[in-house]
Nanobody, 120 residues
Framework: QVQLVESGGGLVQPGGSLRLSCAVS????????MGWYRQAPGKQRELVAS???????NYADSVKGRFTITRDNAKNTVYLQMNSLNPEDTDVYYC??????????????WGQGTQVTVSS
């Protein structure tokens, strides 16, 4: 059984910063890609940033230059440093992890979501 536990969300003023964390635990063999997605009510979940196990990163255009994704492979943890936050960044943020279980068995897992609210 695999669990993703997120932390770090909250309320911040425009221009402020937050750091999200997501720790993966359980029956983990090899974690390949890890990422953060966000979803507003009534909208589709969208990719914010992703990082491979080799450290290659990908960002949504709306967050480039403001957000940074990193991972600690020893701790099976991914982070999202969010700077220069604006009200349009207000969403529920979800951690995603793609895990290799052996053979051709790759599975994606999701965290429970953490609310980020940017407001004065």
């Amino acid at each position: 059984q695999v669990q993703l536990v997120e932390s770090g969300g909250g309320l911040v003023q425009p221009g402020g910063s937050l750091r999200l964390s997501c720790a993966v635990s359980g029956s983990v063999f090899i974690i390949t890609a890890m990422g953060w997605y966000r979803q507003a009510p009534g909208k589709q979940r969208e990719l914010v940033a992703s990082i491979t196990n080799r450290g290659m990163t990908n960002y949504a255009d709306s967050v480039k230059g403001r957000f940074t994704i990193t991972r600690d492979n020893a701790k099976n943890t991914v982070y999202l440093q969010m700077n220069s936050l604006n009200p349009e960044d207000t969403d529920v943020y979800y951690c995603n992890s793609r895990i290799f279980h052996g053979g051709s068995d790759y599975r994606a897992y999701w965290g429970q979501g953490t609310q980020v609210t940017v407001s004065s």
